[in-house]
């Protein structure tokens, strides 16, 4: 955001976020292209059948909460009331953490179910008891993830973030190696474990850095943090789940039909014609090696959505309009620019990546028509952020669903009629809805 000056939190904010999330994306992105290799594009289908109920666990038990403690911190850097922001971190955590014990204990005790009946899938059933185990330590960086987020020092996150990618995939190419030492065959199973490690490494990373933090401003007092006055556990607690609960309701139906539409692409494959290895292979090479190529680029666009929400509450409640139009004209003048860059390097280059990393031709395919994405990607991303910072979270709300509701009927009945392709069209349909809906709304402060 050219137009902030260096001292803004934003701008120091966005160049760590961008720089760890390439650096996170980079890793990640070849980790993807180790995985292809060692367990085939049918081995990548099924690792991303678990994606849906990872994300409505995550929508459920933490979401929402990490938003709310994110607003009600940001008062923080001008009050200097420590206190209270741990107060309301301290509640945040201890609701999320309830909610994400028991969602854990369902997942594990009913996968067989979850796999037979919603993900149509009975082989993700070990692989759903052992991500299970993510969901308490994700929710505890995520609530101190949103701490930091509102006091806008955006290093912590992008650690966690660092350290969960690194881990991830170390613990996993160690175990690979260790197998192959002693002559077993390398199953998909070891992804998810090393999702389970990464998800512990950022877990202690957060809690050292949130401890040193508060042991920083507050050397003398920070025992005292740690007892909540009378009656403030209930009115805190009111108060961050007043925000967070239509948050996660919002997103938790998002996430249910995005499920809906992960589950039943292969589904609508195999009406089209394919058998059931050749649909969830094709599903894999779209989600699992296309879809992370296309998105790659996004961490610059992430960064600043991050950041964007609190700058643009902060001048809502004081008034300042100048600032909001001038976030509003840059996000959709350089999303578009990078967009066009982005989408002229896919076309020219996709099919040539796609043997060169994946030595597939069909991810070379997709990464070509896909590239469409990128600016209408990047203009709705940054609008969203602005316009859920201005309190129009019901709008995003409801454009999100308009959208999801374009691709359920891509999915539903052009895929059975055009294969694997009526999907694209409907993706590059639903983001060019969304994107029009988000410039429409921010159209009073171009």
């Not at 019901?394 to 392709?421: D, E, H, K, Q």
């Amino acid at each position: 955001m050219p137009y902030l000056n260096r001292k803004n939190p934003l701008i120091t904010g966005t160049i760590i976020l961008t720089v760890t999330g390439f650096a996170s994306r980079f890793i990640g992105f070849f980790y993807r292209i180790f995985l292809s290799r060692i367990f085939g594009a049918e081995g990548m289908g099924l690792y991303q059948l678990t994606s849906p109920v990872l994300a409505l666990s995550f929508s459920l038990t933490v979401a929402g909460m990490q938003t709310a403690i994110s607003k009600y911190v940001v008062r923080e850097t001008a009050t200097k009331d420590y206190r209270d922001s741990f107060s309301h971190l301290f509640v945040g955590f201890v609701i999320s953490m309830i909610v994400s014990v028991l969602c854990t204990v369902g997942i594990y005790c009913y996968a067989d179910e979850i796999a037979l009946y919603f993900l149509l899938e009975e082989r993700t059933a070990p692989l759903l008891r052992i991500i299970s185990l993510s969901i308490p330590m994700a929710t505890v960086h995520s609530c101190i993830n949103g701490y930091f987020y509102g006091i806008k020092k955006t290093a912590v996150p992008s650690l966690c973030q660092l350290s969960e990618q690194i881990v991830r995939v170390g613990s996993v190419y160690i175990i690979y190696y260790l197998c192959l030492q002693r002559g077993l065959a390398p199953t998909i199973s070891f992804a998810v474990v090393g999702l389970v490690i990464g998800e512990g490494a950022s877990m202690i990373v957060s809690l050292i850095a949130v401890k040193a933090h508060f042991e920083h401003v507050l050397p003398k007092n920070y025992g005292a943090l740690l007892s909540l006055p009378r009656g403030a556990f209930g009115s805190i607690s009111a108060r961050l789940m007043r925000l967070a609960v239509p948050l996660s309701l919002n997103r938790v139906i998002i996430n249910f039909l995005q499920s809906v539409e992960a589950i039943f692409i292969p589904n609508r494959l195999m009406a089209y014609g394919y058998d059931h290895a050749s649909a969830l292979s094709a599903y894999g090479i779209l989600t699992g090696m296309a879809l992370p190529l296309i998105l790659f680029p996004s961490a610059i666009t992430g960064s600043i959505c991050v950041l964007l929400l609190p700058v643009v509450s902060e001048a809502e409640a004081t008034g300042n309009r100048r600032t909001i139009q001038k976030a509003v004209h840059k996000s959709v003048r350089y999303g578009f620019g990078l967009g066009i860059l982005f989408t002229a390097m896919f076309l020219f280059f996709g099919r040539f990546l796609g043997m060169l990393l994946y030595q597939n031709e069909l991810a070379g395919s997709f990464i070509m028509i896909l590239g469409f994405l990128c600016p209408l990607m990047y203009i709705a991303s940054t609008l969203t952020s602005i316009l859920n910072g201005l309190g129009k979270t019901g709008l995003t709300f409801a454009y999100s669903m308009i959208s999801l509701v374009v691709r359920l009927l891509f999915v539903f009945f052009l895929i059975p009629i055009t294969g694997i392709n009526g999907y694209l069209w409907g993706l590059l349909a639903s983001q060019l809805v969304q994107t029009l809906l988000c410039l429409f709304s921010a159209r009073h402060y171009y």
